[in-house]
């Protein structure tokens, strides 16, 4: 693939659309499964194993954690391993996150783990057993 081609599915990745369809929605990614399959969670907890579409495989890097778009396959009665494919990977998260469609279950309190950990001790002296020294 070109270097073109790379960056134009860069740039489609930058800015959010303006609306979604009914057979769309925002996903978080979960875990890789291999073989451009992903393991991703809708904002009401189901998971759902979705594909890469062509264009972004090879050239967008999706981490666990991330955010991307799913449009979900429709149901005819075939048996199929993946439930939808990624048609866009959220890089500008900011951006989307302005958003009316943006899912409130992903809002950054749900995943901002630091208010909830105590302090971190990395670096730190450890405490003295006596208050006197």
């Known amino acids: 693939m070109g270097r073109r081609h790379v ?5 489609e990745t930058i800015s959010p659309p303006d609306s979604l369809t009914p057979t769309q929605s925002l996903a978080r990614v ?4 291999g073989n451009n399959l992903f393991t991703c969670e809708l ?3 189901k998971t759902l194993l979705l594909e890469l579409a062509d264009r972004f ?20 009665g075939t048996e199929m391993r993946a ?6 990977v959220v890089r500008g998260e900011k951006e989307w996150r302005k958003m009316p469609y943006w899912p409130k279950e992903f809002g950054k309190a749900a995943y901002d783990v630091s208010d909830s950990e105590e302090e971190s001790t990395v670096g730190k002296m450890p405490p003295s057993d006596s208050e006197d020294e």
Request: proline content about 5%; charged content about 30%; overall charge positive.
């Open 7 to 11: 960056l134009a599915a860069a740039d």
């Open 57 to 76: 495989r090879n050239t967008i890097w999706i981490k666990r954690g991330g955010f991307v778009l799913a449009q979900r396959y429709e149901a005819d």
């Open 30 to 33: 979960i875990k890789p499964e």
């Open 83 to 88: 439930a939808g494919e990624i048609i866009n």
């Open 43 to 45: 904002p009401n907890k």
